[in-house]
């Protein structure tokens, strides 16, 4: 399949970029910077540039593209949420969808699947309720980002398109994402639950995150809303204790909330927000978890020298 993709070259684009092209899938990318995309995947794959949030894509770019998989998005973890900041990420995600896929009715592709990035922050803090797709959306910062990043996926022209909306959750593995900064902390024994470590921690090993995009892109009874998320969310005490043990490291020094306030601002939402999210939708449409354990996960995650 000729698959277009965006965010190729982030932490969760990169292998599945790599895996797609194992799987003989013929790879489109559109980066900013098409030169330094190159260089840095160094595989058999056709760079276009473009700056998602000013302009649509080179028209070429389209040319028998029968899918597209869309990731690129501002991290939300990049720096403190400042008013300007805020503004970065909401429009990284928003005019990046509009453009894409407006210049995929225009180019006249012959799509028969779009994949776009979500996030589970869409529910907002939940306590302990148990969430699937089909649960009330949330309030805050989060949930209003992905709302407007949700909307922009169904562009009109395409409704004739099947379209995948996954709520993607704590992405894990080492060289991105949240365990590249809890890791040190944790391998120096200062580790522990943040805040009362009751809130719901959802998380998905980006392995299984990986096989999950691709999945969809070739099942065609794949369709609509859907957590990407492991079916065992763990407490953030337990995520805690379970990174220890991956380790061998004590882990039972506690973050006061207050002081996560204190250094990050409104960002310490991420941490602090407490996502019980369910993964019975996808396990419905037939994918099976590599890693459905946060212990597996993070014991798999932690023995490899990279």
């Known amino acids: 399949m000729k698959v277009l993709v965006t965010g190729g070259t982030g932490f969760v684009g990169r292998p599945l970029v790599q895996r797609l092209v194992e799987l003989n899938h013929e790879v489109i990318l559109l980066s900013r910077n098409a030169e330094a995309a190159k260089s840095t995947l160094d595989l058999p794959i056709n760079v276009f540039s473009w700056n998602p949030e000013v302009a649509t894509p080179p028209k070429e770019a389209f040319q028998g593209v029968e899918a597209i998989i869309h990731l690129a998005g501002e991290s939300i973890a990049a720096g403190r949420w400042t008013e300007k900041q805020k503004k970065k990420i909401l429009n990284s995600r928003t005019l990046s969808t509009r453009n894409l896929l407006k210049g995929a009715v225009e180019s006249g592709a012959k799509l028969k699947a779009i994949i776009a990035a979500s996030a589970i922050g869409i529910y907002g803090d939940r306590g ?37 909306n996954l709520r993607i959750g704590i992405v894990l593995e080492k060289n991105g994402g949240a365990l590249q900064k809890l890791l040190p ?15 719901w921690m959802s998380w998905i090993h980006r392995s299984d995150l990986v096989e999950m995009i691709i999945y969809s892109l070739t099942h065609e009874n794949v369709a609509g809303t ?3 998320v492991a079916p065992n969310p763990a407490t953030n005490a337990e995520f805690s204790k379970a990174l220890g043990r991956a380790l061998k490291r004590p882990a039972f020094m506690p973050a006061p909330p207050f002081a996560l306030k204190l250094a990050m601002g409104e960002m310490s939402e991420l941490v602090l927000a407490s996502q019980k999210v369910e993964a019975g939708k996808i396990s419905e449409f037939g994918f099976v978890f590599k890693f459905p354990k946060v212990q597996e996960a993070l014991d798999d995650i932690c023995k490899k020298k990279q």
């Open 185 to 199: 902390i944790f391998k120096l024994g200062g580790g522990g639950p943040v805040g009362n470590g009751k809130q």
């Open 128 to 164: 302990s309720e148990s969430l699937s797709e089909t649960s009330p959306q949330g309030i805050g910062f989060l949930a209003d980002v992905c709302r407007a990043w949700e909307k922009e996926s169904h562009y009109p022209g395409l409704e004739s398109v099947r379209k995948v």
């Open 226 to 228: 859907v957590n990407a």
